[in-house]
């Protein structure tokens, strides 16, 4: 059987600079690449050196209309869950949904385009 690993998700922002630094804040991580794109518009890639978000605008680009249209939310690992949310509402968005079950606690959010996304730990 392969082994694989997810090396990137590519989104839609209406902001990338915006959107690369929250996760710059919220997750440690760098901006590995940025300039145009082959399909047009911008595109700014934040991650550490091995995944990364593929953060894409263009001139058509808006905000999400619905929660999993098509997307439901992406999943983010954090080791402290608690600084992880208070960078998420310094940045003026709200953590929902708090959970504790297997494997691990977890809240989600909103970014400024309707994306969700959910934040957990397994410590």
Known sequence: ??????????????????????????????????????????????????NYLALYTNENAVAALAKGTPLNHVGILVDDLDTAEATVVNLGLKPTGHDDYEPGKRFYFFDWDGIEFEIVSYS
């Not at 940025?34 to 091995?50: A, N």
Request: charge should be neutral; hydrophobic fraction near 35%.
């Open 1 to 50: 059987m392969p082994t694989a690993t997810l090396e990137h998700v590519n989104l839609t922002v209406t902001d990338p600079a915006r959107t690369a630094a929250l996760f710059r804040d919220l997750c440690g991580w760098h901006i590995r690449w940025q300039g145009p794109s082959k399909m047009g518009g911008q595109t700014i890639h934040v991650g550490d050196d091995r």
